[in-house]
């Protein structure tokens, strides 16, 4: 993850290791607050063990605040599968 906020290219991966250093750069950052599709699983441990604050967010909502935020901004928002046609 980029300082800008972009997650490309970042090389962080889903191993232990990988979280781990997720978990420690969220933390240099001072981020405040994470929002993730999924209520629990190892991740979501870390991130509370660390002192990170948490939040699901179900993935519909995600996807239509997005779209909102996209549409406001003047970009085309990518439509990823055909379960939310709205």
């Known amino acids: 993850m980029s300082e800008g906020g972009s997650s490309k290219g970042a090389g962080i991966g889903t191993t232990r290791k990988g979280i781990r250093a997720l978990c420690a750069r969220l933390v240099r950052l001072r981020v405040a607050l994470v929002a993730l599709e999924r209520p629990d699983g190892l991740l979501i441990e870390r991130l509370l063990d660390v002192g ?5 967010v179900h993935p519909i ?3 239509r605040a ?3 935020t996209a549409e406001n901004a ?3 928002w ?3 599968d055909g379960a939310d046609s709205s």
């Not at 990170?52 to 699901?56: D, F, K, R």
């Open 78 to 80: 990518p439509q990823c």
């Open 61 to 63: 909502r995600s996807r």
């Open 52 to 56: 990170l604050s948490v939040v699901a």
């Open 66 to 68: 997005g779209r909102g």
């Open 74 to 76: 003047g970009l085309i």
